[in-house]
């Protein structure tokens, strides 16, 4: 197959009590999982598909046979953001972020709490499910996004770096319809030293 489901970096009980066991034991085994084996099952038959990154098949999605763009999009989307959604949180997690990447929020957003509140209000606003989105350019700016389903920012020539999955299934079981609480208590589980590597490789590319 092309694509394995990664493995968590940390235990499911780890981010509790923000986000909890059960949610993470269904979210990655079940969601995440589906997703990869749909992914592998839309490009079988696709050698020359299955050689590229998933990175590569979703930044060029127009690309690809009509008969298979739909779940590549789709099942690909939800592989890459989940995939980085892992790891952009730790049970160490929270705080502020450091460096450049806190320069940058700085200067985009005129302070790291004025950023937290676009980014909770870009993300509760998302209409039904969907991920929202900080993303940066190759020149460092960065701004916020949202997208539908599970539809990647690739496919939009923008690189996340970090994102917040606000599907009912990532938050439902202790937060109901309360996304904004869901989103407000994910803050802790942040971990910005992922989130600085993965701008410092977009902005230095």
């Known amino acids: 197959m092309a694509f394995d489901l990664p493995d968590l970096p940390y235990d499911y009980d780890a981010l509790e009590p923000h986000i909890d066991e059960q949610t993470m034991r269904i979210h990655h085994d079940k969601h995440h999982a589906g997703y990869t084996q749909k992914l592998n099952n839309a490009l079988e038959g696709h050698d020359d598909l299955q050689d590229r990154s998933i990175e590569e098949l979703l930044t060029d999605i127009d690309s690809l046979p009509s008969d298979i763009r739909t779940p590549v999009r789709q099942n690909g989307g939800g592989f890459y953001n989940h995939r980085l959604f892992w790891n952009i949180m730790s049970p160490d997690g929270g705080g502020t972020p450091n460096g450049v990447l806190a320069t940058a929020i700085d200067d985009q957003f005129g302070s790291f709490e004025d950023f937290q509140e676009q980014f909770a209000d870009t993300a509760t606003g998302q209409f039904g499910s969907g991920w929202g989105w900080l993303v940066?350019?190759?020149?460092?700016?960065?701004?916020?996004?949202?997208t539908p389903n599970q539809d990647s920012t690739l496919m939009d020539g923008q690189t996340p770096i970090l994102g917040v999955d606000v599907w009912e299934h990532a938050y439902y079981l202790n937060y109901q319809n309360e996304r904004g609480s869901y989103v407000d208590a994910w803050w802790n589980v942040v971990d910005w030293d992922a989130v600085g590597r993965n701008y410092e490789n977009v902005a230095s590319a």
Do not use: V
């Open 136 to 146: 940066a350019g190759s020149d460092g700016a960065l701004s916020l996004t949202s």
